[in-house]
């Protein structure tokens, strides 16, 4: 087997071409998909504890109540990390364990539990590497607005500085956000995602917010770091592909583009949001209102690397074609469409794709093209993959063993992907595979197994599948194994 490569595919590195020099292999989780422990050592809920107590929300009722049961596992999980070869570990902080009503004084038996976490990485020399918000507002923030609110932003500001001031001496990373499209759009638009409100201007609204808390946050950060520390941002840029090459559909991708991408890369890259975002949807909010004196220049602060995450594109056509498949489906279908002002967009599944137990088509070229557009569009830089991999329906043999066969050829072919983008001028500085191991899928709960490391519910048990010895053989390497696929 040769990993997944179409006709149109620039060359492939040569083989056993190695990694640039502090390439930095790591894998990912997040605070509510894995720790569990809702609502232990002062804790409160975050809007999702409530959504996914909500009746219908997410598939089997399934909560992160228990989750992977990090929280109280994670010494094991480290002890697996090391061993693995893992040289950094991304997760996020839960927001309400730390400052369970939003605001005021931090708890400390929450700020300790991430501290013991940082320091049990530290002396497996495993590079800790946090993210402060993956998505799980405490619901008091919510019930006083969320992010629709611009008064989130201060919030999460304050929250941030209680960050830095405890884990500021021994994390060297930090990123303020992973996926804010997801936050707003799939929050307040689709509602697939908590707290499951379908407003499309309040969608807009969060957005802003949202860069705006992004903005707040770098200068605290940058005000209490050490100067050494890097900051960052996670962005789920869609890899946008028009259906066919006539106009209607480039404008299709163009409107797609501008509110999943250019939202946020307009201000936090350039510190303006693109005109044409602004012409598309200036029947849903008044932007001139929206955006206040100075909040561009806050949002404009400069982070030290850009993280991306991709797992599959984005087709597009106008409505004419039908369509209704990835993008309105993004993390759960719904009624409701997460684009504010794309009524005039269908989404399509690539024809002739192999796919993932997510429906999501494989295509390595997607991560090439996003990694060169964004080196094209944002000259010098700096990129890491924050997040890659891939859901598919893992068992557990007879003999014990999980066998991914389909995941190695996943990771081998994005892999492939981002060497050949490092080779034309793409500034990569690392790779986090999603996800370190299975844990609660949003809304598919607990239904989809992104690990590379298999989580028995039941039992708590890890088992390590195979691909997760596939890719401590490739950090060992740090290369791609020769002669393909093994
Ligand atoms: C990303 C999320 C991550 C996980 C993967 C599959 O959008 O950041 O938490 O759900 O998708």
Not at 77 to 98: C, E
Not at 115 to 127: P, Y
Request: one cysteine or more; charged letters at 20%; aromatic letters at 10%.
């Amino acid at each position: 087997m040769t990993a997944v490569r179409t006709d149109t595919a620039p060359k492939q590195a040569p083989e056993a071409t190695r990694f640039p020099t502090g390439f930095v292999w790591g894998a990912a989780t997040a605070a509510y998909q894995v720790e569990g422990a809702a609502a232990e050592d002062g804790r409160t809920p975050s809007i999702w504890d409530t959504f996914s107590r909500t009746p219908g929300k997410v598939r089997n009722g399934d909560t992160g109540d228990i989750a992977a049961d990090h929280y109280h596992r994670y010494r094991d999980d480290v002890a697996l990390m090391k061993q693995l070869g893992l040289k950094a570990y991304r997760f996020s902080i839960s927001w309400s364990r730390v400052q369970p009503t939003g605001r005021g004084p931090a708890v400390e038996r929450g700020l300790d539990f991430y501290r013991k976490l940082v320091d049990e990485l530290l002396e497996a020399g495993i590079t800790p590497v946090a993210t402060l918000y993956h998505w799980d507002l405490p619901q008091e923030l919510e019930d006083a607005g969320g992010w629709p609110q611009r008064v989130t932003a201060e919030r999460f500001a304050d929250y941030s500085a209680i960050m830095a001031g405890a884990l500021g001496d021994r994390v060297g990373m930090w990123t303020t956000f992973n996926e804010p499209w997801c936050s707003a759009f799939l929050g307040y638009g689709s509602g697939v995602h908590a707290p499951g409100r379908t407003e499309p201007a309040a969608a807009l609204r969060a957005a802003h917010h949202l860069n705006l808390a992004h903005g707040r946050a770098i200068e605290v950060l940058r005000g209490q770091l050490p100067a050494a520390a890097q900051t960052s941002v996670t962005l789920n840029l869609h890899q946008v592909r028009p259906l066919t090459a006539s106009a209607a559909d480039a404008d299709a991708a163009r409107r797609i583009d501008a509110v999943g991408n250019r939202v946020f890369t307009g201000p936090m890259l350039r510190g303006e949001y693109p005109e044409d975002l602004i012409a598309d949807t200036s029947n849903l909010v008044d932007w001139s209102k929206l955006v206040q004196d100075g909040d561009l220049a806050a949002i404009s602060r400069p982070v030290d690397v850009l993280g991306v995450n991709y797992y599959t594109p984005t087709l597009v056509s106008t409505p004419e074609k039908g369509g209704g498949g990835s993008g309105s489906d993004v993390h759960g279908a719904s009624d409701f469409s997460p684009w504010p002002g794309s009524e005039h967009v269908a989404f399509h599944l690539a024809e002739g794709k192999e796919r993932t137990a997510m429906n999501w088509s494989i295509d390595p070229n997607g991560l090439y093209d996003l990694l060169m557009d964004v080196t094209r569009d944002h000259p010098g830089l700096p990129l890491m993959v924050t997040e890659n991999g891939a859901a598919f329906d893992d068992y557990v043999s007879p003999e014990g063993r999980v066998e991914d066969p389909e995941r190695i050829s996943y990771l081998h072919g994005h892999l492939d992907a981002v060497q050949r983008a490092v080779a034309d001028g793409a500034d990569v500085r690392g790779y986090f595979l999603w996800s370190l191991m299975d844990n609660f899928e949003w809304a598919y709960g607990y239904s989809k197994r992104f690990g590379t490391v298999y989580v028995d519910y039941a039992s708590q048990r890890r088992i390590p599948k195979s691909s997760a010895y596939w890719y401590a053989d490739v950090i060992r390497r740090h290369a791609l194994p020769p002669g393909g696929l093994s």
